[in-house]
């Protein structure tokens, strides 16, 4: 089957901890996407990477980092300088313009 | 587009009519248009798409409108079904900068 995997699936994390979600894609896409969802609101762009070894940063990456050492392969990591990491993230992947999504990981701070 | 918080704008219909969600688009620049359905907990789904050289686009039961020049997008679900129950979000981009910008999303509710 082909597509992109998040995991896990739910993420419990104590403040001040670091935490890195998955994501993987065997579609062979070289751009992959990170996207944080807050309840009742759209996505809002946390990295992009458009090849490997290379990645932007988005409209909120601060508290964020991410690596792209493999094509398949974006994970992001939510540091504890990231105020409020509690939210749905959201992982896609695209080959031209139309991005695929992940089912999403949702963290949350204890 | 601006978050509308935990208030999603919500458009209720009755089984069997046509539904018409819209989209009010910020960036003149933005030439891909892209509509995604996202059911509870999970990711987006592609709908359907248009570029900027269209103003109209079919799929199945779907129909995508473009208006470029007042920046407005409208998503069309023919025959409305429970299953079309969601949140439909509108994203847009251009080929320069490639990431989605979305918007806020709106619930549609089919009533049985």
């Known amino acids: 089957d082909g597509g992109i995997t998040q995991s896990p699936k739910y993420l419990f994390r104590k403040e001040g901890q670091n935490v890195t979600l998955s994501c993987e894609q065997n579609l062979n896409h070289d751009a992959m996407y990170w996207y944080r969802q807050d309840p009742g609101q759209g996505l809002r762009l946390i990295y992009y990477?458009?090849?490997?070894?290379?990645?932007q940063k988005g409209d909120i990456a601060e508290g964020y980092s991410v690596s792209r050492e493999k094509k398949e392969s974006f994970p992001l990591t939510v540091t504890s300088a990231q105020k409020n990491p509690t939210a749905f993230y959201l992982c896609a992947s695209s080959i031209r313009d139309e991005q695929f999504f992940g089912p999403g990981t949702r963290l949350t701070v204890l | 587009g601006e978050s509308v918080g935990l208030h999603l704008p919500t458009l209720s219909v009755q089984e069997g009519d046509n539904s018409i969600i819209n989209c009010a688009y910020s960036n003149s620049a933005s030439d891909y248009f892209i509509w995604y359905k996202q059911e509870s907990g999970k990711g987006p789904q592609f709908i359907i798409d248009i570029r900027s050289n269209m103003d109209k686009r079919q799929g199945q039961r779907v129909t995508v409108l473009l208006n470029k020049t007042v920046k407005h997008l409208s998503l069309q679900i023919a025959a409305t079904q429970p299953g079309d129950s969601a949140v439909y979000f509108c994203a847009e981009t251009n080929t320069g900068r490639r990431a989605l910008t979305f918007g806020s999303g709106t619930r549609l509710q089919v009533q049985p």
């Open positions: 990477s458009q090849i490997v070894n290379d990645f």
